[in-house]
Structure formats: structure tokens, C-alpha cells
């Protein structure tokens, strides 16, 4: 039985667009039919991350359509100084007001690794209480993988490599470069960071930057991707899972996000472990499962 359609589609935001995966639910329920599930990136893209490729047919199955966004924080953003988090909230903006043009009242942000620190950082902004915006569609958030705060994440990780240069070297070079205006400065460049994923040169262990995108998302300042700054200021529905093995986001730092939430009045927080690694790999019909009782329970 077909149960989903997949269209490629480009979402008009500003003077741009942000492009997308749509897959629209055919065998949902009635009561399901204006719900929609918006899944935002890790450090590649949408449409290189495994859970962001495996979890819209799974969900589609139980009746829930999803699109999937490549935000500026995807691929050549980072590269070339277009990456920064909160230049993103324009753009999921946008992507709401066209869902909401297509019929649908229910929106549910999630994001994996990155992309669960660029929703809680989007609620954040929007100063997320019962809804995010003057419609009311925004309803809930999935975080998956999300770290606790992603400039210490990249730090530790660094260190533990010994990338080169060094995350304190990378630090003092950004700070002179960028000025005292980090965000408009002209002076920006590429740069490559060695052993940052790993130990050796290949280039599955190399990250690339410009100082101005590194600054915002790793550097001690950025305080918009460090999640639990954020979290404490939402007050919607927040599902998060991690996996147990996680190499790169601890297993405690699920565990404190939630526990901010809820002791800053949050009273719909869940929080599940599975036996994986970042990638939710090899657990991916689990994680839907938990999703869709999350939102069966919630949305219907």
C-alpha cells in the first residue's frame, strides 16, 4: 500500500528560498491530516542526515507528513559565512507561514544535533509559551541528539583529537580577525581545522569554517547554540531521545536539558535512551515508534 508522496519543493522566504523535502501522509487519519512535523538538519544538511532521511516515512506510515529543510546552516553555509544560527529565524518563519497557507494547523519542530539546537534556539527567540507566533501553529518540539551546548561539544571534541590548530588558537586568530563586530565584519575567511573529528588528515576528520560561521556556532560567545540557555524559556511540549553510545553528545546532557526545562515550569517534558550511537543508527523503527506515541498522544 503507497502510504506517502515525496515532492522536492522550494519554499519562498524573502528575497531567497529554502529548499525542501515534502512528504505528504496519504493514508492519514482525518484528525491527523493538519499535522505536520518540520525536521531540521545536523552539520551537513537534511538530506545527508540518516535520521532525517529514515524518520519521514516512518512517520508517514502513522499518518504524519513531514518536510525537511536545508536551512544557511547547511553545507556551502558554513563554508563560506553564511551559517549563523539566528540567521535562520527568517527562514523557519517563512516555512511556517507556507505550511499554514497549505491548510496545516499543527506544526511540531525537530532537529537532530545541530538542527535540535536551531529549533530550541528559534522557540527561544520566539519566546515559545502556549504557541510561537500569532497563528498558534507551532505546538510541540522533537530534539534528537541535541547537545547540551554545542560550542563545549566541538571544544572537547577538539581537544580530545588535538585538531590543529588548537579550538584556543582558533579562538585568539577569530577574535583578531572579526573585531568587534563579529557578525558584520568584512574580514572573514575560510578556514580548515585538522583532527577535529578524528585522528588523522583524511578529510572524513577535517571541518571547514570561516571564522565569522565558526564564532557563532563554536566559539565560548555563541550563546544562541548552547541549548540549555535556551530550553529554559520554552514551555511547549519537548520530546528528546538520545542514543546511549553517543560519541559525541554525552548521555547526561539529555538528562540536564530536560531537567532545565521542567525546573523552569515546563510541565510536558520526556526524555528516552536507545542502545545506539549519534546517528539513532540501527534503531530507527524504535525512534519512530517513540515519536508517534509522543504525538498520538498529544496532537490527536
Given amino acids: 500500500m503507497k502510504y506517502l508522496e515525496q515532492e522536492l519543493i522550494s519554499v519562498p522566504v524573502g ?36 535520521s532525517q532521511r ?27 559565512g553564511f551559517g ?3 540567521d535562520t529565524v527568517p527562514q523557519i518563519d ?24 536551531v529549533v530550541l534556539r528559534y522557540l527561544s527567540v520566539k519566546n515559545c509559551q502556549s504557541n510561537c507566533d500569532e497563528s498558534g ?9 541535541t547537545p547540551y551546548s554545542i560550542p563545549d561539544s566541538i571544544r572537547r571534541r577538539w581537544n580530545k583529537w588535538e585538531s590543529q590548530p588548537s579550538y584556543d588558537e582558533v579562538y585568539e586568530e577569530a577574535k583578531m580577525i572579526l573585531g568587534d563586530n563579529p557578525h558584520d565584519s568584512e574580514q572573514d575567511r575560510t578556514i580548515l581545522i ?7 588528515y583524511r578529510p572524513e576528520h577535517t571541518e571547514i569554517y570561516t571564522y565569522k560561521t565558526w564564532w557563532f556556532l563554536a566559539g565560548p ?3 544562541a547554540v548552547k541549548s540549555y540557555r535556551q530550553i ?11 542514543g546511549w553510545d553517543d560519541a559525541f553528545v554525552k548521555p547526561d546532557e539529555t538528562h540536564s536539558l530536560a531537567q532545565i526545562a521542567i525546573d523552569n515550569g515546563n510541565d510536558d517534558v520526556s526524555a528516552y535512551y536507545l542502545n545506539t550511537g549519534h546517528t539513532l543508527e540501527g534503531k530507527e523503527e524504535d525512534m519512530g515508534d517513540i515519536i508517534t506515541r509522543w504525538l498520538d498522544r498529544r496532537f490527536v
Avoid: W
Fill in 15 to 50: 528575497k531567497g528560498r529554502v529548499n525542501a523535502l515534502y512528504y505528504r501522509a496519504l493514508n492519514n487519519e482525518s484528525d491527523k491530516r493538519k499535522t505536520i512535523i518540520i525536521h531540521i538538519h545536523g552539520f551537513l544538511g537534511n538530506f545527508l542526515d540518516g
Fill in 54 to 80: 529514515f524518520l519521514p516515512p516512518i512517520l508517514a506510515k502513522a499518518g504524519y507528513s513531514s518536510i525537511s529543510i536545508n536551512t544557511r546552516m547547511a553545507n556551502f553555509g558554513l563554508f563560506f
Fill in 84 to 86: 549563523i544560527v539566528d
Fill in 94 to 117: 517563512g516555512v511556517i507561514r507556507y505550511l499554514g497557507e497549505m491548510g496545516y494547523e499543527k506544526i511540531i519542530l525537530s532537529g537532530y544535533s545541530l538542527g535540535g539546537g
Fill in 137 to 145: 501553529l507551532i505546538k510541540g518540539v522533537i530534539g534528537l541528539a
Fill in 194 to 200: 585538522f583532527k577535529a573529528r578524528g585522528n588523522s
Fill in 221 to 223: 560567545e555563541a550563546t
Fill in 232 to 242: 529554559e524559556n520554552i514551555k511547549l511540549p519537548i520530546l528528546l531521545i538520545q
